[in-house]
């Protein structure tokens, strides 16, 4: 009973708590819920499994995944090798992908957070700066690059055949070797470059708040190398590791880049959005309906028995429990060569592509092996450009109207529902905890078709009066609700961290002499809290500038990027200038012309952008807590 009057009590049970709990819910559910459920209720077309177009497991499926072979091209001797993978139909290769994916990321950002995280030696700074590289989100362009570098290209050379000819097969062998990646494979190392740093910086959150007590009994009783990660480190960080590896197979199976970059169009996230603007028609509707459902359930499973062990709440409490961080212990002469030998060049390589996007922003295009820069006076063309063409300028300013309408709503939003997670204990709680973190595990792609069905199909929108996505401003509002439910997770997991790390009787003791919560709140949680929910909201923010599904298909729906009156945002300006690539002229001081691809102006764009993302993950970094991880579910 003295348990019911608690719960229940005045100090816990007041409008203001009514507010933040049942409003960001009664939100999540009309805004994000039912328009997925709209999706799932199309989903009619089950048949589809049996055909072997979107599932095939015949031998045909599996046949040359790589090819070899030996010629003879202009009198010279070389060794051609194509690695290409499988192809298991639309949902086969999806699902195959997102899993290799998933275990080749688990395993290699495991291994680095351990290396830089867990020892000490030479170099580890290094290592630390080149794994965070790849967070560095450039839509597109990075994946662009990786076709460059890795792509296999016939006999011409990639960056990767290009070197391994000039430093190995042609002054030993003789031979040159064309070697690359195309295809499912190509989808597959490009996803893991991009992604692994997901698991990386989970696990490292996840080491950095283990107790230094347990490392230091486990030293003193003799255990060492892999005796002492197998039974004392990998059970503590397995968590972490879970927490990365979900996230992960989700975003590999909305991923749109790796498809559309290495052309391997049989994946379902490149044929709802190939279909996506046909999608209204009843003849599409179910199979991509179905289509949609079949994502939605390979991202929300894993996503559900992951919560067992991790959530949100355990994050906080995990971060509480840790007195004090381990210090590291020095790595061997084995342990050197392996990291040197093996884990850096993976890890130069996840690099390499941030660093071309950086190079392709100060070039005319990429040409032959690598980017041909621009002359002195004009280096900077790429980026004039992007205020000079009004399609490209008109996506940045589209992304600036996004970003200042929808962080205004995640900041209020995130903050009731974090501090209601946190404080409120009534009925809906754990609802509202599933559900501020529910739009993280549902693919972008699945939102996207969601609100289309939602606003346009469905009749709710003559209730909205949006029945037209013809009315740019109407979808322009759509693009709005999307982001903000999508991005809110980030800020309520910061609040909620923050919030329920800061003692309650505090707040307990100024209600019981008569303030009022909204008076608490401003005077003592905030004050407490607002580095959490700072850093939460910038990472929020980063997030509806860099978003890529929402962005590519419903901002699509109002014309190209060459149209100045279009509503996409600079994500969707990225992909248009690489999908649909033009040459613009450049008239130097002397009168010289000179040739710039669209991919350039791409490229700048993303530079743009991922130097936003640095400033951001470094004050972010700054204000965060301890073992808290950027990016997580």
Do not use: C
């Amino acid at each position: 009973m003295s348990t019911v009057k608690r719960r229940f009590s005045p100090l816990h049970v007041d409008a203001e708590i009514l507010v933040f709990l049942y409003l960001p819910l009664l939100v999540l559910i009309l805004g994000f819920v039912v328009p997925i459920l709209s999706v799932v209720i199309h989903a009619t077309a089950w048949g589809v499994i049996n055909n072997p177009t979107y599932f095939d497991i015949s031998k045909e499926a599996f046949a040359e995944p790589v090819l070899v072979q030996t010629s003879e091209i202009g009198g010279h001797s070389v060794i051609q090798v194509k690695i290409r993978g499988f192809d298991f139909g639309v949902i086969g290769n999806s699902l195959f992908i997102a899993t290799s994916v998933t275990l080749a990321s688990a395993v290699l950002g495991a291994a680095v957070a351990l290396l830089t995280g867990f020892y000490l030696f030479p170099g580890r700074r290094v290592f630390r700066v080149l794994a965070f590289v790849p967070l560095l989100i450039a839509p597109f362009v990075n994946s662009y690059v990786v076709t460059r570098i890795l792509m296999y290209k016939g006999t011409d050379y990639n960056v990767l055949s290009f070197l391994l000819s000039k430093m190995f097969t042609e002054p030993f062998l003789g031979r040159s070797i064309y070697i690359g990646f195309t295809g499912q494979a190509g989808v597959i190392i490009a996803q893991i470059l991009m992604f692994y740093p997901i698991v990386y910086i989970n696990a490292l959150a996840a080491l950095g708040v283990v107790d230094a007590t347990l490392i230091e009994q486990a030293l003193n009783l003799g255990a060492r190398g892999w005796t002492l990660l197998r039974r004392i480190v990998l059970p503590l960080i397995i968590p972490g590791i879970l927490a990365g590896s979900t996230l992960v197979f989700i975003l590999s199976l909305e991923d749109l880049a790796a498809p559309v970059t290495f052309k391997f169009y049989k994946v379902i996230s490149y044929f709802i959005y190939s279909k996506f603007q046909a999608a209204r028609a009843s003849s599409y509707l179910p199979i991509i309906a179905t289509l949609s459902t079949i994502m939605l359930a390979a991202a929300l499973i894993p996503m559900f028995l992951v919560r067992r062990y991790l959530s949100l709440r355990y994050y906080a409490k995990l971060t509480r429990g840790a007195p004090r961080a381990f210090r590291g212990v020095r790595l061997g002469r084995r342990g050197l060569l392996a990291a040197y030998l093996l884990v850096l060049p993976m890890v130069l390589l996840a690099a390499a592509p941030q660093f071309g996007v950086v190079a392709l922003a100060f070039s005319r295009g990429w040409e032959h092996v690598f980017p041909s820069l621009l002359p002195r006076e004009a280096l900077l063309y790429n980026f004039k450009s992007l205020i000079e063409v009004d399609g490209i300028r008109r996506s940045i300013l589209n992304s600036l109207y996004y970003l200042g309408s929808s962080i205004v709503f995640i900041a209020l939003l995130g903050f009731m529902a974090g501090y209601a997670i946190s404080r409120a204990r009534l009925p809906g709680a754990g609802l509202l905890d599933l559900l501020s973190s529910a739009p993280l595990a549902v693919p972008g792609l699945v939102v996207a078709f969601s609100y289309l069905v939602f606003f346009t199909v469905h009749p709710v929108n003559h209730l909205l009066s949006l029945a037209a996505a013809a009315s740019a401003a109407a979808m322009m509002h759509v693009l709005i609700l999307a982001y903000i439910l999508r991005k809110l997770p980030f800020t309520v997991r910061a609040v909620f961290t923050s919030v329920i790390q800061t003692p309650e009787e505090l707040e307990e003791a100024a209600r019981s002499l008569g303030a009022r919560r909204m008076r608490v709140i401003s005077r003592i949680v905030l004050p407490l809290t607002w580095r959490g929910v700072v850093a939460g909201l910038l990472l929020s923010a980063i997030y509806v500038l860099s978003e890529v599904s929402v962005s590519v298909t419903l901002g699509a729906l109002n014309g190209d990027v060459y149209s100045p009156t279009h509503i996409g945002p600079i994500t969707f300006a990225i992909l248009q200038l690489i999908e649909m690539p033009r040459v613009s002229t450049v008239r130097l001081p002397g009168g010289r012309l000179l040739a710039v691809s669209s991919e350039a102006q791409a490229a700048a764009l993303a530079t743009m952008l991922m130097l936003i993302e640095v400033a951001v993950i470094m004050v972010s970094t700054r204000l965060a807590r301890r073992g808290q991880a950027l990016v997580t579910v």
